[in-house]
């Protein structure tokens, strides 16, 4: 698969923002809100212009207890079809049991029992996809006192067993990491990143003590250092924001665009200078991650985008249009 770049999920909210927001190399579009059969003409406007669109499944519950169901799987095979999409993406999540939709998408008991479900399932998956298929983490406020794995750690076993590939979400990682203690700098040391296919940002805020993915908010600093510390370890693909709700501006979309550049191209930097063998600012672990509602300092999100934004541009991870 070519790398991708740096991209923007498509909302029809926001559909023209995303045509004319400058240095846009992909999309994502939720499967579920699209026919395939009758695509929107913004997402053929970008299709012509040769940008990619990933569709990205919410719904086939990859984590449920029974197989996925083959209705969903038809139209994510037809989504991926009609969009000539590289790749496509789902969570490791369930969604429903017993025949009730739980609307969210929750946390699997990471029991060596659920492995082989799962595995089974991403497996099944596969064979009725014309593509490869991407897992993602997923963010949780809970989780299961069973677990006999940490997440990172189910998720190596998963890409071992079936060959999936991962769409690592920072922002998870990071609300797991407030919600949960779950270390996000452990989950990158332990993740297979030699499988990642692309990576998820997104903003958030912290309502009395529980940190909400809300993808409505400006990218915290916070999620910005898990993307560098990432970056710092391997090469993306490709990195996405995720914007759900109350839309910005234009310039402040890409505004919060620059900003994620500015974070990749630190973790790049970092990861140049460790295979040389230099040590300033080398290889991970250089810079302690912030906590939730600590000052930024200097790294302002407007500072931290105008002192790099054009570096960032220039910045080159892979044979992409970075």
């Known amino acids: 698969m070519n790398p991708l770049g740096v991209g923007i999920g498509w909302r029809p909210e926001i559909d023209l923002t995303v045509e004319r927001l400058p240095d846009v190399d992909f999309v994502e579009v939720v499967a579920e809100n699209i026919r395939p059969a009758a695509l929107p003409e913004s997402l053929r406007v970008l299709r012509e212009r040769g940008i990619p669109v990933v569709p990205h499944g919410v719904g086939l ?142 903003g958030g805020h912290l309502h009395d003590g529980i940190w909400h993915d809300t993808h409505a908010h400006t990218v915290p600093e916070q999620v910005l250092d898990v993307l560098e510390e990432l970056c710092a370890r391997v090469t993306p693909p490709g990195v996405l924001l995720e914007w759900d709700d109350h839309y910005p501006s234009d310039a402040a979309l890409a505004t919060e665009l620059d900003r994620v550049r500015t974070a990749i191209a630190a973790g790049a930097r970092r990861l140049t200078s460790s295979q040389a063998g230099t040590t300033e600012n080398a290889g991970p672990h250089t810079r302690p991650l912030r906590e939730p509602g600590t000052p930024a300092t200097s790294e302002t999100p407007t500072g931290r985008a105008a002192s790099a934004a054009s570096a960032a541009r220039e910045a080159t991870l892979g044979e992409g249009p970075w």
């Open 61 to 202: 519950g990859l984590g449920d207890a029974t197989p996925p169901d083959p209705v969903r799987l038809a139209h994510l095979a037809a989504c991926a079809k009609a969009l000539d999409a590289p790749l496509v993406s789902e969570h490791l999540a369930f969604v429903r049991a017993g025949g009730m939709e739980a609307g969210h998408l929750l946390p699997v008991p990471r029991t060596r029992e659920t492995l082989a479900v799962v595995a089974d399932n991403i497996m099944r998956a596969q064979d009725a996809l014309p593509v490869p298929l991407a897992l993602e983490n997923v963010a949780a406020i809970f989780g299961w006192p069973e677990d006999e794995l940490t997440e990172a750690e189910f998720l190596g076993e998963l890409v071992e067993r079936t060959g999936v590939q991962l769409l690592v979400d920072v922002a998870n990682l990071y609300t797991n990491q407030v919600n949960l203690d779950l270390s996000a700098v452990e989950a990158l040391d332990v993740l297979p990143l030699a499988s990642l296919a692309y990576v998820h940002v997104a």
